[in-house]
């Protein structure tokens, strides 16, 4: 009988040290931020800025006729991530974007709305009640390590945060460290690297909470992952034990 205890105690132990703690993987806990019954709010410092190689997609309109004729804003197009790519304008390695006739407009080093209020002053020199639409075409983020779907994204959106991010990667998986995931980000000499615990609610403030173009996010497994563990027939061995336990009672 003690040799079954045994065998039970220690089939037991195998199960407990499977278990994945739950404070390593739940997102968002009550950590940096206690009071929830106020808007966590976030002044996203980090903003975009436009540099050389970006492609801008640009759509003008007007109220005038000829005007919007002039620029076929009046006819429909498809606006689907393809068209915008193929009809976009690539900023030069000086960091001017050619539009239509207009003079060369400066964008390096501005975010989309402000090349957006440049682009529509200049061409309000010419043209009367314009309007211009500027978007970013080329904003990819790239999600590597122990996720569903590492990979390279491109996102049709304005904004995306980490866990928009991660849900387009099909999560993190099982294993994966939510508590110290790494973010490469350019920088005008290189690249910064940020330590990220998604498990902190106060990464709702922060500046890295909202991911910018060509951001690269890697999640590392927690120490050694138990492969064996996570295979283990746990039901046939018990299934046995308590057979074992039946069959030593009937015949002790």
Do not use: W
């Not at 030069?92 to 682009?119: C, H, M, P």
Request: proline share 3%; with cysteine; charged share 20%.
């Amino acid at each position: 009988m003690k040799l079954f205890l045994q065998i039970f105690l220690f089939a037991g132990a195998l199960s407990l040290s499977s278990c994945v703690n739950l404070k390593k993987t739940e997102l968002l806990q009550q950590k940096t931020i206690t009071d929830l019954q106020q808007e966590i709010k976030n002044d996203r410092s980090s903003v975009y800025k436009i540099n050389s190689g970006d492609h801008l997609f640009i759509k003008v309109t007007s109220s005038d006729p000829q005007t919007s004729k002039f620029f076929q804003s009046d006819f429909p197009d498809l606006m689907n991530p393809t068209y915008m790519f193929l009809n976009s304008h690539k900023v030069n390695r000086d960091g001017y974007v050619n539009y239509s006739f207009v003079d060369s407009i400066y964008v390096k080093g501005l975010t989309v709305e402000q090349a957006r209020d440049e682009i529509q002053e200049a061409l309000g020199e010419y043209f009367k009640d314009v309007n211009a639409f500027v978007k970013l075409v080329n904003f990819q983020i790239t999600i590597l390590g122990d996720v569903g779907s590492p990979g390279t994204y491109t996102i049709d959106s304005e904004e995306i945060n980490i866990l928009q991010a991660l849900g387009h990667a099909g999560g993190i998986n099982e294993y994966g460290n939510a508590q110290n995931m790494m973010l490469v980000r350019k920088s005008p000499n290189g690249s910064v690297i940020e330590y990220i615990d998604l498990t902190d609610n106060g990464l709702l403030q922060s500046e890295y909470f909202y991911l910018l173009p060509d951001d690269v996010l890697y999640v590392s497994t927690r120490g050694s992952k138990p492969f064996a563990f996570s295979k283990f027939p746990y039901s046939m061995v018990f299934s046995l034990i308590a057979s074992g336990l039946a069959i030593y009672g009937l015949v002790k």
